[in-house]
């Protein structure tokens, strides 16, 4: 069963910058799609970015100002990463890592992510 634990949020200005990371512990080897989802209170959660066997997806309202990448793999851990440029207040929210298991040739939709983490606050201010 694979564990993910984010770190990197925080408060930041409108046009500023940060880094999210998120390790997936207990990684058997298996192909994995992993994604940076995030939620505001009375909304659905949502997905920001996601990268899988095909390549890599993002919603529309961070295209150019965001960035997935991935860690080379060590024999129990990924290092999932979100670098996030020229913040926006609308960014504001709790951010999670989470991951779908097996291969997929298009992006795996949110139901297929069984693996989540507990979040990190992203707070940007106008």
């Known amino acids: 069963q694979g564990r993910l634990v984010e770190s990197g949020g925080g408060s930041v200005q409108a046009g500023g910058s940060l880094r999210l990371s998120c390790e997936f512990s207990e990684y058997t080897g298996s192909r994995y799609s992993l994604g940076w989802f995030r939620q505001t209170p009375g909304k659905e959660r949502e997905m920001v970015a996601i990268?899988?066997?095909?390549?890599?997806?993002?919603?529309d309202s961070v295209k150019g100002r965001f960035t997935i990448s991935q860690a080379d793999a060590k024999i129990t851990k990924i290092t999932l990463y979100l670098q996030m440029n020229s913040l926006k207040p609308e960014d504001t929210a709790m951010y999670y890592c989470?991951?779908?298991?097996?291969?997929?040739?298009?992006?795996?939709?949110?139901?297929?992510?069984?693996?989540w983490g507990q979040g990190t606050q992203v707070t940007v201010s106008s």
């Open positions: 990268i899988y066997s095909g390549g890599t997806n993002y919603r």
């Open positions: 989470a991951a779908a298991s097996g291969i997929w040739l298009y992006p795996p939709p949110i139901g297929a992510f069984v693996y």
